[in-house]
């Protein structure tokens, strides 16, 4: 009875999201944080609303240029608290995470996040399909020192799910 509750809680929560999703920023703080929350105590009782919140989710990353991005760090842990829902969805989750990864403008503390959470993804999920991928951003990567030991770790993951 209690997980009827709060599965309808969370539909009730998506459309109050996506009513409420606008271009002020403080909005935006907000409504992820909120997210995080949700995903947080739904876990995998929330995936049937994740398709509908990725493109919020997605479209912060992607047009968040301000200097210190916190904003897209705040989706980053989101997303690590989401991941057990993501399956399905890698596929659109996991090129904007390599993109931040890979873009040296991003300060590289939000790299180091974009780069957790990729590991966080690949230590719930089988990411083995996306090994060519991961290997470009990691082979491109590599050379920040304040990445290599995650991207070693990385690269362990990477070996053991191919293999």
């Known amino acids: ?23 002020d920023h403080s909005v935006k703080v907000t409504v992820v944080s909120v997210l995080e929350q949700i995903g947080t105590a739904l876990g ?16 912060v990353v992607q047009t968040d240029k301000s200097d210190e991005r916190k904003l897209t760090a705040q989706v980053l842990s989101c997303v690590r ?6 399956t399905p969805h890698l596929h659109l989750v996991l090129p904007p995470l390599l993109m931040i990864l890979d873009d040296s403008v991003v300060p590289i503390a939000v790299r180091q996040s974009a780069l957790d959470t990729v590991l966080h ?41 191919v293999d």
């Open 81 to 86: 608290s989401l991941s057990g829902c993501l």
């Open 44 to 59: 995998k009782e929330f995936a049937p609303h994740i398709a509908e919140l990725i493109p919020y989710l997605l479209r």
């Open 121 to 161: 993804l690949t230590r719930s999920d089988d990411l083995s399909d996306y090994a060519p991928r991961l290997m470009q951003t990691w082979q491109r990567s590599i050379s920040v020192t304040a990445l290599q030991p995650q991207l070693l770790e990385l690269l362990v993951e990477i070996v053991n799910q």
């Open 1 to 23: 009875l209690v997980l009827i509750d709060l599965c309808a809680c969370a539909s009730i929560a998506v459309l109050l999201i996506q009513d409420a999703w606008s271009e």
